[in-house]
């Protein structure tokens, strides 16, 4: 992804690029095309029906829910297009401090998602911060992907305003996935990599390591490399070598 303008770097540690067609959703596959319109929205001709479409989209969800994923799948769908992106963590004191800055400049039309949004709910700096960027950003005629753990209404914001603001779009819920639905991402995560997971290893993960799916992603990661480095099958032996579990 080219930097640009307003441009941040996304701290994503996978092997795997984040993108749509490796989301894992159990339900509420409208999530994603409701992102995947967003997307689409920055390649139509002014005046196409698309563009009536709401230009914010207000993602919120637990941990591990994917909403990061989702944000950089959008980002690299939108640069591969040829569209301007840009991405902020607000919270790293990049984003929620001082981030007007780093969406000056930005075309119009940019793509620009705004991760943890939750993190400069009850700051006042943050808050200020967080509303120069949106009205910046909707004075330019950005589209915005936003996420946060709870939705709008939800969020211990000091100003009613910048609730009301980030409520103006259309909200998402991304629901956490059950153990049933964690076992079937890390297979087909595990397949792209050309690792055969079995029940009882993947019992064993999810019986004794962090249960969120970046955590779970990463293991799976690290064990792609043992068992390449070792010759070795993929076995909860093997698995125990990693370390890191509760038993």
Known sequence: ???????????????????????????????????????????????????????????????????????????????????????????????????????DGLPPGALVCLDRADAVAGSKDGELNLFAIFERLRAAGARMLIAARAAPGHLPCAMPDLRTRLASGLTYRLPSLSDAGKAAAMRAYATRRGLTLSKPVLAHILRHHARDTASLFQLLDKLDRLSMARQRKVTVALLRELGGGDD
């Open 1 to 103: 992804m080219a930097e640009g303008a307003g441009q941040l770097p996304v701290p994503f540690r996978r092997a795997e690029a984040p993108a749509f067609g490796n989301f894992f959703v159990e339900a509420g596959a409208e999530v994603v095309d409701g992102v995947r319109r967003l997307v689409a929205a920055g390649s139509v001709a002014p005046g196409d029906l698309v563009n009536a479409a709401p230009k914010l989209l207000f993602l919120h969800g637990a941990p591990g829910s994917g909403k990061t994923h989702l944000l950089v799948a959008a980002l690299r769908a939108a640069a591969d297009l040829g569209q301007p992106v840009a991405y902020l963590d607000l919270a790293d004191g990049r984003g929620g401090h001082g981030g007007v800055a780093a969406v």
